[in-house]
């Protein structure tokens, strides 16, 4: 596994001396950085976005966050690469703020199918490090939330999407993830299309007022 994070960027539009928010995103199993880079150009321009590659190279082409087993719709992740994963992430994303010049209150994260899956361990684990999260096509995974929630977590915004159609991640896997965050003290909306492993149009309207909305309210 690489032990740094490979990045693309779009800088934001600044306004005045105030840092900007940060949006990170993070790709799906198979996939690579510049996969849900083409959704920068629909959200706020104030903010600076950085899409990370996963570090781990697959044979076939492509990056993924952990190693997998199974088949699609019964797939099974590797705990080991996962925890490795999830460590170097903590770490990148403690490091954003300062390296970028971002506000460290406001960086939301933006996390495709196992990029949300990552996205919603971190937020458990690390609630601090984070002002929200969109979580698309993924799932909460219990045997990653620690056993006494942090304090932290008391308001995260968390705006989950699944395509009830999903043959990859099941929609039972997000029904699941639903009712996990509702014995939590978050904030969390949830939202379903008739389609498959992939984002709907009204889910993009959706990520845009979401974000608008985050970000014209006083940081957590």
């Known amino acids: 596994m690489a032990t740094t ?15 900007p928010p940060l949006l990170l995103m993070l790709h799906g199993y ?13 959200v706020d321009p104030h903010l600076h976005i950085v ?14 966050w952990y190693h997998l087993s199974g088949t699609p719709g019964r797939l099974v992740p590797d705990t080991v690469s996962r925890a490795e994963a999830l460590t170097l992430l903590d770490h990148f994303v403690t490091s954003l703020p300062e390296r970028l010049g971002s506000d460290p209150r406001r960086t ?8 949300a899956i990552m996205s919603l361990a971190l937020a458990m684990n690390r ?27 008391a308001g995260l915004p968390i705006i989950q999407m699944h ?3 999903d043959e990859i991640i099941p929609v039972a896997a997000a029904h699941q ?3 996990v965050l509702r014995g939590m003290p978050v904030r969390h909306s949830y939202h379903e299309y008739p389609v498959g492993h992939t984002i709907h149009p009204d889910g ?3 990520i845009q007022s979401w974000l608008t909305a985050r970000l014209a309210e006083p940081p957590r």
């Open 204 to 206: 993009l309207r959706q």
């Open 51 to 64: 899409s990370a590659r996963a570090p781990l190279p697959l044979s076939w082409g492509g990056f993924a």
């Open 163 to 165: 395509g009830t159609y």
């Open 177 to 179: 993830t639903q009712e």
């Open 30 to 42: 198979g996939s690579n950085e510049h996969d849900l880079f083409d959704l920068a150009e629909y």
């Open 5 to 19: 994070i490979h990045t693309i960027e779009r800088k934001p539009q600044l306004v005045g001396d105030q840092p």
């Open 108 to 115: 939301y994260m933006l996390g495709f199918s196992q990029g």
């Open 127 to 153: 609630p601090e490090l984070i002002a929200g999260v969109i979580a698309l096509s993924g799932y909460l995974d219990p045997a990653v939330v620690p056993p006494i929630p942090s304090p932290a977590l």
